[in-house]
């Protein structure tokens, strides 16, 4: 299965197809149509097919796609099928709601917290007792982790994205409302919270004048 | 100035050069040019005249942009100049990391949090009580409120959601790993936080062998 030069919008979709299929499979679906699916997503059926034939397929003319097997095979195309270490920089309010999100679903295990407040150290989130940042390379460089989270206020996001980088890190889930500044070595996924509040504002705001749709995802 | 058939796509982007723009400001920078701007925000130049002038162009040849000038027309056309009122609904973690987050900096003000769990009727978030969810029908009622945050449960999501439809509300800021079945009248904007870690998961997993940018924004 080739995975080369696959456009990042179908990778962006591929979430929601994981989504879906999930929701099929609670409800006992077996098999669907790529227009069946199409309806569901509100996506086309042609858009459907093209995008899963990035991956191979999967489907059988005639046949549909078996729920079940596309599920799983999707999964492991996003790397869900392993458990991966996570740790999360900044125990604040949103760093908490992050450790305690459940995302031990979708195989994401948070292994360390850290803060640089001593009035936090040692109380626990989620089971994790939380660790002080001066801690911090000394865990990276003795645990394997695949995901840094980062809910640190902004001043201090990129001097602490530049160090997870440079002690090993390769993947930063930010939520810092800045823009981190370190090498393309760094995966780096912004969740910007009050941009995407700002979009909806603007929307909002502008109903029925514009053309283009409302319900817009957060990585359409 | 006109504001019909603008892509969601330059709509998409106006937050961040509100953020950008906002530290040129902290930083007392007066004036800069697209070429300028452009290097500090990683997109052409071009792409930045081409954005603004979609909203009349604020740039004079030659000069640059006026940077108090160009922020707070952005800020105008986000309507980040009014206060907007927003309910959460669901005082879980999360809902209680929102309420805190200080979204008045754009403007944002939280006016009421709810949750159906009555272990958490009258407890304090960010100063506000959180009321019960047989009490919302009435709060909006008899409220402005310009935004609904949804931190519920996914199974309960839907639900909610058609009846604040029902209710008035036009804007729902969704964080329930689903998608509503609302109206076009209302506009939604969805953070699907699984689907966002997912996608930092794939590009971790498959850097180097894919041709885009890891630099992925939310909104990209």
């Given at each position: 299965?080739s995975?080369?030069?696959?456009?990042?919008?179908?990778?962006?979709?591929?979430?929601?197809?994981?989504?879906?299929?999930?929701?099929?499979?609670?409800?006992n679906?077996?098999?669907?149509?790529?227009?069946?699916?199409?309806?569901?997503?509100?996506?086309?059926?042609?858009?459907?097919?093209?995008?899963?034939?990035?991956?191979?397929?999967?489907?059988?003319?005639g046949?549909?796609?078996?729920?079940?097997?596309?599920?799983?095979?999707?999964?492991?195309?996003?790397?869900?099928?392993?458990?991966?270490?996570?740790?999360?920089?900044?125990?604040?309010?949103?760093?908490?709601?992050?450790?305690?999100?459940?995302?031990?679903?979708?195989?994401?295990?948070?292994?360390?917290?850290?803060d640089?407040?001593?009035?936090?150290e040692?109380?626990a989130?989620?089971?994790?007792?939380?660790k002080?940042?001066?801690?911090?390379?000394?865990?990276?460089?003795?645990?394997?982790?695949h995901?840094?989270?980062?809910?640190?206020?902004?001043?201090?996001?990129?001097?602490?994205?530049?160090?997870?980088e440079?002690?090993?890190?390769?993947?930063?889930?930010?939520?810092?409302?800045?823009?981190?500044?370190?090498?393309?070595?760094?995966?780096?996924?912004?969740?910007?919270?009050?941009?995407?509040?700002?979009?909806?504002?603007?929307?909002?705001?502008?109903?029925?004048?514009?053309?283009?749709?409302y319900?817009?995802?957060?990585?359409?």
């Amino acid at each position: 299965m080739s995975e080369r030069g696959i456009s990042s919008a179908v990778i962006r979709r591929l979430p929601r197809y994981y989504r879906y299929l999930g929701e099929l499979l609670e409800n006992n679906v077996v098999r669907i149509s790529s227009k069946e699916l199409s309806i569901r997503m509100k996506v086309t059926a042609s858009q459907i097919r093209q995008d899963l034939n990035n991956f191979g397929g999967f489907g059988q003319q005639g046949y549909g796609y078996n729920v079940e097997y596309l599920f799983e095979e999707i999964g492991k195309i996003l790397g869900l099928n392993t458990i991966q270490n996570m740790i999360i920089i900044g125990a604040g309010n949103l760093g908490q709601a992050l450790a305690n999100y459940d995302f031990d679903r979708i195989g994401f295990k948070v292994i360390g917290i850290f803060d640089a407040n001593p009035r936090l150290e040692g109380l626990a989130v989620h089971g994790i007792e939380i660790k002080m940042v001066d801690e911090l390379e000394e865990f990276i460089k003795t645990h394997e982790i695949h995901v840094a989270t980062l809910t640190v206020p902004k001043k201090n996001a990129r001097t602490i994205a530049s160090q997870l980088e440079e002690w090993g890190i390769r993947a930063i889930w930010n939520f810092a409302p800045t823009d981190l500044h370190v090498s393309d070595d760094v995966c780096v996924k912004n969740v910007h919270l009050d941009e995407s509040l700002m979009t909806l504002s603007y929307n909002f705001r502008n109903r029925g004048k514009e053309k283009y749709s409302y319900h817009s995802y957060m990585d359409d």
